[in-house]
């Protein structure tokens, strides 16, 4: 597991942590020159390798980019605050917890964006997922273990502004101190299969 929390540095390969990252030669006005001119390029190209040939009395196909343009930015979402209707979250969680899904279908193949929020004391015993989850921390205090024995002693404190990766089927579990929302990002559908039957609060062990 990945874990970085807000301040902390980060070392590129071959970089000394806080050291200047290095481009090579060519930087500078230079560098940004070449790289300006090559998207102005490429700009220019795309819709142009998008477009089909036109057919006898058919159009020049501009329509279709133009249309394919239009539909993807009526997909786009935005939400505030204020908006998201959070609701009880599935019973594969125990019980006591929120949730809000912004982006896609936790049941299907796509990529989907949710958010959690869990009361003061909450605990997710241990567990692990069937795809990738990267996690950060919106508020609260979120406590975050490996293991497939649940030991807060050995737990890290995440706060708001942290951020955790958690690979496919690793054993974990955590708990909260205090009201804690986080946000999740994976690929559906999504799942949670408990170390121990016993603890699934649906009684079936996997799902």
Same mark, same amino acid.
């Given at each position: 597991?990945?874990?970085?929390?807000?301040?902390?540095?980060?070392?590129?390969?071959?970089? %000394?942590?806080?050291? =200047? $990252?290095?481009?090579?030669? /060519? !930087?500078?006005?230079?560098?940004?020159?070449?790289?300006? $001119?090559?998207? @102005?390029?490429?700009? @220019?190209?795309?819709?142009?390798?998008? @477009? =089909?040939? =036109?057919?006898?009395? /058919?159009? #020049? /196909?501009? +329509?279709?980019? $133009? #249309? %394919?343009?239009?539909?993807?930015?009526? %997909?786009?979402?935005?939400?505030? *605050?204020?908006?998201?209707?959070?609701?009880? %979250?599935?019973? #594969?969680?125990?019980?006591?917890?929120?949730?809000?899904?912004?982006? /896609?279908? *936790?049941?299907?193949?796509?990529?989907?964006?949710?958010?959690?929020?869990?009361?003061?004391?909450?605990? $997710?015993? *241990?567990?692990?997922?069937?795809?990738?989850?990267?996690?950060?921390?919106? +508020?609260? &205090?979120?406590?975050?273990? @490996?293991?497939?024995?649940?030991?807060?002693?050995?737990?890290?404190?995440?706060?708001?502004? +942290?951020?955790?990766?958690?690979?496919?089927?690793?054993?974990?579990?955590?708990?909260?101190?205090?009201? !804690?929302?986080?946000?999740?990002? #994976?690929?559906?559908?999504?799942?949670?299969?408990?170390?121990?039957?016993?603890?699934?609060?649906?009684?079936?062990?996997? &799902?």
């Amino acid at each position: 597991m990945t874990v970085h929390t807000p301040g902390a540095k980060i070392a590129f390969t071959g970089q %000394a942590p806080g050291a =200047p $990252i290095s481009l090579g030669k /060519g !930087t500078g006005e230079e560098m940004f020159r070449k790289l300006t $001119i090559l998207a @102005m390029v490429l700009a @220019m190209a795309l819709p142009v390798m998008a @477009m =089909p040939d =036109p057919g006898p009395g /058919g159009s #020049s /196909g501009t +329509s279709v980019v $133009i #249309s %394919a343009v239009a539909t993807a930015q009526e %997909a786009m979402s935005a939400f505030t *605050p204020a908006q998201l209707k959070w609701q009880a %979250a599935p019973p #594969s969680l125990p019980p006591g917890a929120q949730i809000v899904v912004l982006e /896609g279908n *936790p049941a299907q193949a796509v990529p989907i964006t949710m958010r959690l929020k869990f009361p003061a004391g909450y605990v $997710i015993a *241990p567990h692990y997922h069937p795809a990738l989850e990267h996690v950060t921390v919106l +508020s609260g &205090r979120f406590f975050i273990a @490996m293991g497939e024995t649940l030991d807060k002693s050995k737990g890290t404190a995440l706060g708001p502004g +942290s951020f955790f990766v958690m690979p496919v089927g690793m054993r974990h579990y955590a708990w909260t101190t205090a009201e !804690t929302i986080i946000q999740l990002h #994976s690929v559906g559908p999504w799942g949670i299969t408990y170390v121990n039957p016993a603890d699934d609060p649906r009684g079936s062990g996997s &799902r």
